[in-house]
């Protein structure tokens, strides 16, 4: 089962895959566990070393995703979050795991 169309958006492909959320704001339809098989699936076809989500525009994550994150690094692929808002950037340090990910500002 693959995830909804209109919130998973992979970007580029390879050792950096790059996917995102087709600039929802709120990611409160994310059918969790689609993304986490899809994520996989692109991460295993594409040897993926380095796992980067685009966060630009979104203001809030839910919980099961920032579970899902953290859950992706036993994977063995480096995690980095791009141009997340200042609320989710405040998630990530109140969670800790801005010491686990690794948060970028990516011009586009």
Do not use: W
Request: hydrophobic share 45%; glycine share 8%; with cysteine.
């Amino acid at each position: 089962m693959a995830a909804e169309p209109q919130l998973l958006s992979v970007y580029k492909t390879g050792p950096l895959t790059v996917v995102g959320f087709g600039g929802q704001e709120v990611l409160d339809q994310v059918n969790i566990a689609a993304c986490r098989h899809e994520i996989l699936a692109l991460v295993q076809e594409n040897k993926t070393e380095v796992l980067a989500f685009d966060l630009t525009g979104v203001k809030l994550v839910p919980s099961g995703l920032l579970g899902l994150l953290a859950s992706l690094r036993n994977h063995g692929v480096k995690i980095q979050i791009y141009n997340p808002s200042e609320d989710v950037i405040d998630v990530l340090q109140v969670t800790h795991l801005d010491q686990v990910l690794e948060v970028l500002h990516i011009k586009t």
